[in-house]
């Protein structure tokens, strides 16, 4: 007769996803306690601050528990956490070199010079804001519709491909290709 006591033993990740996939709250939050510090210092390596690295914990935990239907308790969920991790981090990176890109042209767009004195007056500014404006409109629609959400709507290159069912890899280039024109056509401007 065995009079060893019994420890309750930790659930494996494969139980903790299949009782996640039954809308388990409980099993949610222990998988989560399981991978947030070790998730947090990965994200942290790819963006070098607590608070960005802890709101992507978040998300990452959001979209699991949105997908939980999805999970398959088969696959590794420590390799899905952090594969989607490291593509929201991506995904964080290239907008922050964006917005910087923008802040960089409108900083550049303030001081442009004409006729060797720089805009100052609003007159001039105005002349330039609304050549600016019309460039964007000129743009083939696609690609003013991924401008303007990625510039005036502040969104991220893979919040822009869910909202109109593109890839992340479509949007970079329209993006790209939009700086491009706007570049050439203010050039001489430069």
Same mark, same amino acid.
């Given at each position: 007769? @065995? ?10 990740? %494969? ?8 809308? @388990? ?5 222990? #998988?989560?306690? *399981? ?5 947090? /210092? ?6 070098? %601050? &607590?608070?960005? +690295? ?13 997908? /939980?239907? +999805? ?14 991790? =490291? &593509?929201?981090? !991506? @995904?964080?990176? =290239?907008?922050?070199?964006?917005? *910087? ?13 004409? #006729?060797?004195?720089? !805009? ?11 050549? $600016?404006?019309?460039? !964007? ?6 690609? /003013? ?5 990625? =510039? ?12 109109? @069912?593109?890839? $992340? ?8 290709? +939009? #700086?491009?024109?706007? /570049? ?7």
């Amino acid at each position: 007769m @065995d009079s060893a006591p019994k420890f309750n033993s930790l659930p494996t990740d %494969n139980t903790l996803v299949e009782q996640i996939k039954n809308h @388990d709250e409980e099993a949610f939050e222990k #998988l989560f306690r *399981r991978y947030y510090s070790g998730l947090h /210092r990965f994200l942290w390596g790819y963006v070098k %601050n &607590n608070q960005i +690295a802890e709101d992507l914990v978040q998300e990452v935990f959001v979209r699991v528990w949105e997908n /939980r239907d +999805a999970l398959n308790p088969n696959e590794k969920i420590k390799t899905y956490i952090y594969k989607v991790g =490291r &593509n929201l981090a !991506i @995904d964080h990176s =290239r907008h922050q070199k964006v917005v *910087r890109e923008w802040e960089e042209e409108k900083k550049a767009l303030h001081s442009i010079p004409i #006729l060797g004195k720089k !805009i100052d007056d609003r007159l001039h500014k105005k002349l330039m804001l609304k050549e $600016v404006k019309q460039a !964007i409109e000129d743009l083939p629609e696609k690609r /003013r519709l991924v401008f303007m959400l990625s =510039r005036y709507e502040g969104m991220t290159y893979k919040e822009i491909a869910e909202k109109l @069912d593109i890839s $992340v890899n479509t949007v970079d280039t329209q993006i790209c290709r +939009a #700086l491009k024109t706007l /570049r050439d056509k203010f050039s001489s401007f430069l």
